[in-house]
Each structure stands twice: as structure tokens, then as C-alpha cells.
């Protein structure tokens, strides 16, 4: 006789954890009997795997560029997450952020110390500014901002185009639709790995310990559980919404000043790269907890670092995108069923 | 009331004998000896954990008992999972439906049907509707959306459903408390015809003068165990609930004060102005209430639910703004709707719904004790949050409120209702230095629980505060109340002295009739 | 063997190396030592090829990886590998660098990668890169590219004869310099047998985005243009052409069966004998980082004329074409841009290097920025 299942209203940590590595077991399983009825060695392109990701420095720096820009918009969402805020909009943002850190970088001659601080400025206020608008719409008309974000996305992408090729185009070197490169970047701190990895991670953690320390954290808090107990408990809901969709907005917009002053160099179009609508992906991974986004983003830059060195063992991309939502599938799953327990009899 | 139609001597339809349930660390039911018939309608009393739901859920296959066994019409049963207890013919009513809202009546009803066709074709399924609606006599409207149904619809509808199974013995969780007094009739109306027609009734319930109205028989739980099995005819209220808790605990039928409640010209902790309310249809849900809360005093407020309650305690809190007339806090005109502000100047609110209105259920327990200290020092200030402040904040109010605590930062909602309410009661107490209002206390609380907030109640008007007590449950409210008003379709019907209050006068009222002269407006 | 003709050093590309000056470059840049040098044998080499587009796009890419396929006639034993469809960003050098890592020999991108592509090359200095369409050329980095716009000026020539309106129009990715060079070379064309010849250009803002083209063309022709042409590297323009009975030419390769009476002639590329060069030289350890023009027939020509091209325009414009290949450059004097100013005075000639540079549009010409 089968003993009844009940759903745990609170799951403990370490279920969650054993349940995802379970998960990500059974997808690697999963990847490694396709490629074998396909006729490929699946030890074989695991080692590679691991020589190219995290089994050598090269691929460990590879891992920290790719966490990089992940930390941040993976921030961006969720922070608004923790509110039932959905950013979609962090694509859009980190272009406005790297494209206002751009101009800074470009076209304003400011003294070396003082360079890298007001493009870091300008990202967070341009990536702030683009959420800007469906923030007051969603915080004082109830305007669904997944909407309003993610059509922005194609605004802000196709004003990076437009700018990196016409009027800011690089007429000299003839990168392709690139602005000139910036001639202050952000100086390195371990082979290809810059400055803005560190500055990613005291973000991740820093908003992590305010949200927990500060009245802010803790009123935002009551309101993504509960609108009516936080209007009870007389917290004004729309300016703190704004607030937190605009700190979202500067999150993804400092991750487009890291991302073009650290690791491309320039502005071009096409730079976000996906990493905004990652960003979700990191944010749901990471659940409640900001910590967890520093795991989550690692998890993330390791599929795409996966994704990368498949490509050169003659793996098409498109496979890699199936890899990647399977894995995302069987995560959610296995979310959703630590929360089981079989009750003993 | 007819006993049983049956011979006491023929096999009840469903027997336990010495069922025992063990959870790890918690014994949840031991030795529990129970027999259901046909053509009775039995209840099933105890106090929050003592186990009822416990045996419920053996009962209908969740759970397989540890030992004991059932019996089903003389021959011993196991059920593997409750589709087959639903085959045996035993069916539950749950207190939060099982319903899909986008869907309608008639659709409902068909998920359940196993002869339902692979082509659904909306006539057939309402004709069917329609038709068991009918033979259990249980009036719905087949073509309606669940969503746009009255809670006590949405009851008759699972009961049809569980009905249209082939259900012989009807298992009923609380099933008035959503309930309005005449769907309740109407409810108890269905249950006796089920009855009479040959079917068994378990109805599962904390409301004494419910059991006495509808039960024949009645067992009382308590710690897991079967305290005794009887007909009511041989029982009074206040043996039964001797028998729940152990203890032969009589609510008291007032609360004697020290000094004498105060008079009219007692200072104003409130007043109420022509306070009118509109709802977003436009609709007036509350129509130019004058009011005046007295310090140290309990304010009654009777009324047939969904008469303006809402309305009139959100007016009080800060959470609605009169659309006309205006509201004097100590004296001053109060902000529009600023719940925070009221709060501030010591207005506590026990709502009727807490954990939809005053709790955010995923957070923790200290999160949610301190939602309405965290401004200050020690757990905040203009810019911090201090959690390991709002953790001994927690523990603190868990003590101060009889709550045992796992641990202050898991989730409020793994929470027992009843100690969920009792959080919310210390807190909105520690605030309300001035107005307490609380709605529906009682509601979800068993006996013991029910009597501690009680006494809170009184001692906060010991204390000099107003107390504003909105509840359906007129002895609660001749119990408490210093003075008694009756709210009717958004009207003040009337404010009465207790002395004065007559149960008849205040039923009149609710009922909307004019009120009698001896009544002072 | 072919001969490719190395470019001269112009003003510009002096410019382009002093703005990547050093000072300016990364810190975590190393010196290149050794130039790669060492023989190696076919069975131990790993040749790399990063594409742009997928080899299945019937274009770029598919042209790109007909000259793979010879290198692997050519080197049974020769490991090759390639990745399709490299975005140009951070990605494209994570994408050199993995193939660095897994040990290739020789690296050659299909398109323009830039910093991306430089980046690891300064990392590596022991593996030879080569980048289509680029423009650095440091110890281990050199580039290749074709000189389509001789063959753009054949066709033009032709364009010129058929179209009845004058007006061309030309379907373009971005505003860049091979898009200029194609769009001014053909309008250049056939201005010189219609000197009214105008042309209108439309970018989309892609090199592979049929539906687009599609709409561009159709755009192109309803604003009274009867001649297509561009740099895509799908056939779609062509099928709009067939429908509404205008001519267009078209890039890559001989894209005929898809509009069999519109089709003109295309840009067709053929890479295998300057592949095959170049790694015979790495393999034989005496492979030099240069920039190579692919000149006209020897890796860039125009197409066999189309079906219902007449004898006469395939006569003058083949005329045209023995002229280009005795050393007559069509690009002289004066040459005005679309301002009217003249951007080249009579007499002077235009170079490959600056023709790979060309960032202005010609009289007569509207559309690119």
C-alpha cells in the first residue's frame, strides 16, 4: 500500500538543493543518451566540456565575463520578483545603460579616476530612466508592466543599431556596426576577468544585506507578499513599486556599463546578447534569495559556456537552446516535487 | 426531530473500530470507535488538532490508519487512495471548494462524472445539471460562471458534485462558515432531506447551537482520542463543550467590568460624521452612519453578513475613505484613507480575512509581528530594519499571545488558523491604544482559543480603549457589548444599551423591519 | 597557384593602426613573439572556421564552406572544424578562444570579428588567424577579401543597358564599407552607359533576414526601380524581382533557379584556392600575416549572364570585364558624392585599399548614411 503524498507549505533548503542537483543530473543523462544514439561519445564531450569551462583558467575567466553581466540583470529581476514585479525589460535597460556609459566614454573628456565612476553613473541613471515610464504606469495606473518593458527591449536595441551605425559609427577601423573603441576600459583583475566581475558580486551581495537591513527591503517585502496587508499596515504601495522598479532599471543598466567598458569595449549592436531575458532565468533559479543569484548566474554562464564549446564540437547552437530548456524544465520540476513528501505510516 | 428512521439494531453504514493514526512525533488519533448510519445526520465536535480532520482523512482514503479497521455495511474495508472511498460511496465536502471559478456550474459538475462524454456539448451537461439539481433538490443555475456565484451557491454546487458521484455518507467540513443565516437554513434544509431519504451525514463543526439544531448524534474528539458519542436529545451545550476541553469551560455570558461603562458624555475616541461609502460600481455600501466610540467601552455591531461590515471597519481603520461625512480622531478630522496614520494614532484592526488582509502568509512570523511596529525602535527607523529585533519581537508577541513558535523566521502561514488569529489579536492589541476593531474574532477559533479572545477583548476595554466588535454571533456580541448597534443594507439600524438589548428587537433589526420605539437612535 | 596582390599602405590604414595604437589597447595584451612558424604535418593540424551564417544559407557561409570542403579534398587527414553562425560579440571571442584552447593551428573567420578576433590573436601568438573582411595585421593576424566591386562595375554595366527606368535599387545590410563599394560600384557601372542612372538603397539591418528583403524589394520596385540588387545572402529579392517581372543581380553564388527570368548575374566567390594557399603555407611553416585582395577572377567574378540578358549588354559588359583584367581601373576621376562635390578628381584612380575603405555614396546614389 503506497503511503500518501502531502505538500510541504514550507520547503527546507537542503530538499531544494538535493532536488536540483538531481534535476541537472537526470538533464545531463538525458543529453548524454541523445548524443550517443547520435552517435557521439558523450565521456568524450564531457571532458571537453569540463577542460573548457571550469577544468582550466581559460575557461574559468570565460565563466566569470559570462557571470558578469548575468549577476546583474539576474538582480534586475529579481528584484522586482521579491515586489511581483516582472522586469522583461532588463535587455532594454542594459542597452540604455551602456549606450549613455558609452557617450560618456566617447564624447566626454573627463580625467582618467574620475571616468569609469560617472559611466557607471550614467548606466545606472540611463538604465533607470529607461524602466522609467512603466514604472509610473504600473505603480499609480496599474499599466501590466511586462508589457511596457519588454516592447522597450526593441526600442532600446534598434537605438543601439541605429547609433553604432550612423551617427556614432567607427569610421576608422570599420568594426562592424561598433561604435569607436572606448578609451577608457575597466582595467583586469585576473587574465580576461576585469574589475566588473567584483563590482557585479558586491552588487548581488550588498542588495542582498539592504533589502534584509533596511525598511525599504522590508516594506517592498510585505508588499510583493501581500498588497492588501501592506496597504493595511499603511505602506503607500505605488512610490515604493516605482523605487523598486527603478533600482531594477539601474541594476540592468550598470550591467551594460560593465558589459561595454569591461568586455566588448565598444558599443555595437546586439551587446545585451540576451543577457536581459537571462536575467529571468538567473532570478527564477535564484528564488528567494539574492546570494543564490551568484549560483544561479554561475549555473547559467556554465550552459552557455557549455553551449560554446558544443558549438565547436560540431554541435549546432540550436541544440545547445534545447539543452538549456530542458535543464530549465526538469529545475522547475524538481522544484515542485521537493516540495512532496511521502508521509510515513 | 425523528431520531433515526432505522432500527438501531441494523449495521451502520460506516463503522471504525479502534482506528489509530501516528504521525512522526504526534499521535493524531488512538483508538477512535465511531459508527455512521443511514438517516443520520452526526457531527463531529473538537477543538483545533484534536483530531477530526485527522479521521476525516482515513475516512476517505488520504490516510491509511496504523490500526483498526472500518467497516463498510458489515464487511471490512481498506481504501487505497480516495478514489476509492469515493467508490465506496463515501464523498467530502471541503471548506475551500473544489471548483474551477472560469468554469460553469453545469461544467463543474460534469468534471466529476465519469460518463461524461468526449464531446461535451453545453445543453446536455446542463440538462444533466438540471436534473441532479432536482432529484437532490438543491437549487443552482446550470448555465452560471462559479465566479459570479454566492459562496453558499458554490456550497450547493460541490455538495451536487459529491452527490452525482453516488455518495451515500456526505462528509461536511465547516460548512457554515462561509454561510450566510439563511443559506445556512438552506444548507441544513438539503442535509435533513439527504437524511431523510436514507443518507449518512458527517458535518464537521465548531458551532454548539448548530449541533444542537441539525445533528441526531454527535461525537466529540479530543487529543486524538473519542471523548463519547451522543444523542443530542441527552445533551446540553455546556456538557459538550466540557468534554472538548477537557474542562467543564462555560463562555461567560458577560464580561463583568470594574467600573461602570462609560456614559455618553465619556470622552470621544472616534466619531463617525454621516459617514457614507461607495464601492467601485458605485454602489452605497454604507449610507451616512453617525457614530461614536466611546473610550472603555465595547461597541457592538450585529448585522446578517455582507450588510456593510467591511465598509463600516474599514471607515474605522483607514483602509476606505468616506465618500461623504468625515471621521474625528481624538477630536481631530482623520486622513481619507491612510491606514498607516490611524494605525499611528492607535487604531488596531483584527479584519475579518487576515490572511488576505492583514498577514503576508510566505513571510515569516517576525516579519508579520512587527507590521505595525517596524517604524520604530527597536525592530526600525526612518531608513533599517533590525531583524534580529523583529525576531524577539516575535517571540515576545508569540508569548504574550499563547503561541508556540518553531521557530520565529518560518513562514506564518505553516500556522495554525487559529494561532495565525491569536498573532494578529496580540498585535493589533499592543497598537490600539485607542480603537480596537475587531471582525469576526471568533471565526476559525476553537472554544479554548475563542474564550482567551475574549478576555483580551475586555481587558483592552478595561484598559480604556474602544472597543469595536463586529460579529454574526449575537451571544458573542450581548457577551462583550457595553452598547449595541445593528447594521442593515449600510444602514445604522439603531444603537441599544445593553440593558436594553432584546434578542428579538435586535433580530427585527437585522432583518430590516422598522425598529420599535423603546429603541434610541 | 594564385596570385594575390598584397594592398599598399594608404593614409587611412595608417590612421586605423595609429587609433589602435598600444596605449589604447587592454591591458591583459602580450607582445607577440614568434610568428607561427614551425611546419607541422596535415594529420596533426587543426584547422579552425568560424562562419558567420549557417553553411546551409545558400550564400556567405555556403560559399565560404565550398572552399572548406576543397581544403578537406585537398588534406584528407587535416582535422577541420567550424561553427556556424558566430554572433558578432563577446561570444565570438569566447568562440577563437575555445578553439585556441582545443589546439587549432590556424584560425580563419569568415567575416569581420575585429577586437573580437584580435583579442585572442594577441593571446596566441602561436596559432596563425586569418579574418575575412578585416583590417588588422599583427605578428599572427592577417585578413583576406575580395574585390567584388570589379565585378559589381561588370554588372552594373549591364544594369545600366537593362533598366528601362534608370532607377536601381539595392537591398543592404548596414552602411558599411562593402556595401558602399557594392551599391557605388554598380550605380558607377551603369552610369557609364546611362549617365541618369540613379539608384536607391534600403538597409535591413542584417545580412539573412529573407522576409525583410523581401519587403525592401517589393518597396524598391514600387517606388519605380526595375533593376534589384545587394549584398544578401538569401535569394529572397530575387523571387520579388521574378514576380514583378524587373531585373536583379545578386551575391554569393549562381542563385538563378529562383528567379530563372529576372536573374541577371551575381557576385560569385570562390575561396578554396586562396584556403588551400594559405594553409599549405602554415603547414609548410612559412605562412606570413598580410592582408590579401582576392582579385577579379581569382576568387571574385561575375556569374554566367542569365537566360534573358541580350547578346549585346553580355557583349559590352564582358567588354568591360577584359578591360578590368588588362589593368584598366573603371574607379577614376572625377567621381562626385552625392553632395556633388568631387570626392575624386580627374585622373585620379581609385586603390583596392581605399575602395575597401569606401564610406561615401556616389552622385546619383540615396539611402546609405
Redesign the interface.
Known sequence: MSAPLVRLAVVPPRRLAVARILAVLATLATVGIVLALSGRDPLLLGRLILRSTVGSRFGLEDLALFMTPLLLTGASVWNGVRVNLWNIGAEGQFYAGATAASAIGLFVPLPGALMLPVMALAGVLAGAAWIALPAVARAWLSVSEIITTLLLNFVASLLVYYLATGPWADHVTNALASTERLRILIPAVWGAVHWGFVVALVVVVVLGVVLARSRFGYETAICGANPDAARYAGIAAAPLLCTVMLVSGGLAGLAGMIEVAGTVHRLQGGIANNYGYLGIVVALLARGSAVALIPAAALMALILDTGIVLQTAQISASAVLAITGGLMAAIAVADELAAYVRVKL | MPETMFAPGEPPFLKLSGIGKV??GVIANEDVSIDFRRGEIHALLGENGAGKSTLMNVVTG???P?SGEMILDGYGV?F??PPAAIAAGIGMVHQHFKLVPRFTVAENLALGWNETPGWVAPGAIEAKARALSERFGLAIRADARIDSLSAGEQQRVEILRVLSRGAKMLILDEPTAVLSPVEVASLFDALRRFRDGGGAVVIITHKLDEVMAVADRCSVLRAGRLVGTHRITDVTPALLVGEMIGRPVDLPASYPRARPAPGPDAPAAMVLEAVSVRDEAGVTRLDAVSLVLRAGEVLGIAGVTGNGQPELAGVMT??VAPFSGRVLLGGAPAPGA???????AGVG?V?EDRL????????GVA?NA???E??VKPV????????GAARRFAEALAVAANVRLASPT??I??LSGGNQQRLVLAREGRIATSVLVASYPARGLDIGAIAAMRERLAAARDGGVAVVLVSEDLDEILALSDRIAVLTAGRLMGVMERAEARRDVIGRLMSGRAADAEIAA | MTVFRPPLPTRRHLLAAGALSPLLRPSRLRAATTVPDSPLSAEHALVAFGHVGPVSDGGWTHAHDLGVQAVRARWPGLNTIYVESIPYSADATRIFRQFVAEGAAMVIATSNYGDFIRDVADAAPKVAFLECDGHNVSDNLGWYYITHWYASYIIGVAAGRLSKSGRLGYIASFPIPSVFAGANATLLGAQSVNPQATMRVISINSWFDPQAASQAGAALVDSGCDFLCGIMDDPAYLRVAEERHVWAAMWNTDMRRFGPDSYVSSVVLDFAPFYIDQIAARLAGRWQPAGHFLGLGHGVDRDAWGARVPQAVRDEADAVRTRILAGWNPFTGPIRDTTGRIRIPAGQSMSDAELYQWSWQVQGGAGLA
Open positions: 504521525f512522526p488520504l490516510y491509511q496504523d481498506e487505497a487512495g483607514g483602509l491612510d491606514p498607516g496614520a490611524f494605525a499611528a484592526h479584519p488576505r488582509s492583514a498577514l503576508a502568509p510566505s513571510l516579519e512587527v507590521l505595525r517596524y517604524r526600525g527607523g526612518r531608513l533599517a530594519y533590525n531583524a518560518a513562514p502561514r505553516g
